[in-house]
């Protein structure tokens, strides 16, 4: 990335403070349109950034929406690898990401030389690589997946084909279990989906035996197997908007029950405890790095934007197309 963060910072691209008279939403607005950009956030924004976006979803969902834009510029309200693939898929679109410290603890769980190092131990097998992982790691990778089209993404593989699956163990071991694959999986988590308590989450469960437990697969493995319907943040929140339940013990990022709460009014929301009660880490510190006051320096300015290489470009491009394809086919 060749932007100089700091010097966009102390310029005060970022948090640059705003006139109090200015209404914030209006602006936003006027800026996409006078400047043909289009907002996308992910399901983990907070709620006012979700409500001033043009369209929120999971990661493959956004993906595919930067894919299809015909916007001059996306503003990328999520986390660092979700702003680079639509970088990649959309490399004449001008792509910002309003803090470039929104990184990924499970992207990060990932180098390139240790996973050049395990890849090269394993030369005959397939690289499938979750959509969390750096544009680097995505070279190395033949297709990328993300938590809504995991399993159909290994299903469409012949069943002896060897296979390597990065960077998440908990989905990658979820995967093994139920399609009896042997996957090689890569030993990475996400900071926030590895500290739920299964204690404390039993506990609220004996409080309210008529809730449901519902789980992102990144979840240790005791989480899902108490879990009532396991999925990725969109199908996690199909599933309360379709089952009867009327209370739901929410494991995955807190940001979620914003849509679960608007698509299902009346019915109750629980996030699911940490290990640590006074920690709040059920909440993704990278995701709540970005703010409206920064959507809206990040429009203005038209910083800090993604830039990438053109020759990792292209060669990170080739296993996301391929997702992209499989996804189009199986109808995901
Ligand atoms: P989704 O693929 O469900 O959007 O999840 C992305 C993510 O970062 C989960 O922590
Ligand atoms: Fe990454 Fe975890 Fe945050 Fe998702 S919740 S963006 S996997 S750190």
Request: overall charge neutral.
């Amino acid at each position: 990335m060749n932007v100089n963060y700091e010097e966009l910072k102390e310029k005060g691209y970022i948090d640059k403070e705003i006139d109090n008279s200015i209404n914030i939403v209006d602006e936003i607005k006027k800026l996409k349109k006078s400047k043909n950009a289009i907002l996308l956030a992910h399901y983990y924004q907070e709620g006012d950034v979700q409500d001033i976006a043009d369209f929120v979803g999971d990661s493959l969902a956004l993906s595919q929406k930067a894919a299809k834009s015909k916007a001059d510029i996306i503003v990328f309200a999520g986390v660092h690898f979700m702003a680079e693939t639509a970088k990649i898929l959309a490399p004449n679109k001008k792509v910002l990401l309003p803090d470039l410290n929104a990184g990924c603890s499970l992207a990060e769980s990932c180098l390139y030389e240790d996973f050049e190092t395990f890849k090269n131990k394993y030369r005959d097998h397939t690289v499938i690589c979750y959509v969390n992982t750096t544009a680097r790691i995505k070279t190395l990778t033949d297709i990328v997946c993300t938590s809504s089209n995991a399993v159909q993404i290994v299903e469409s593989l012949p069943k002896n084909e060897k296979i390597i699956f990065a960077p998440d163990k908990n989905l990658g071991n979820y995967i093994n279990s139920i399609t009896g694959r042997k996957m090689v999986i890569w030993d990475g988590a996400c900071h926030v989906h590895e500290e739920f308590s299964l204690e404390r989450i039993l506990e609220l469960k004996k409080e309210n035996p008529e809730a449901k437990i519902i789980a992102h697969p990144e979840c240790e493995k005791p989480i899902l197997i108490v879990a009532d319907h396991i999925g990725s943040t969109s199908s996690l929140l199909k599933f309360t908007v379709e089952d009867r339940a009327e209370k739901f013990i929410v494991a995955t990022e807190s940001g979620i029950i914003h849509q679960m709460k608007k698509k299902n009014p009346g019915k109750i929301f629980i996030p699911a405890p940490p290990k640590d009660s006074t920690c709040g880490c059920n909440d993704c510190n990278f995701m709540k790095l970005i703010t409206t006051k920064k959507v809206y320096n990040c429009l203005k300015y038209e910083q800090p934007e993604i830039v990438l290489n053109e020759e990792m470009r292209i060669k990170a491009e080739i296993p996301i197309i391929r997702m992209l394809e499989i996804s189009e086919k199986l109808g995901l």
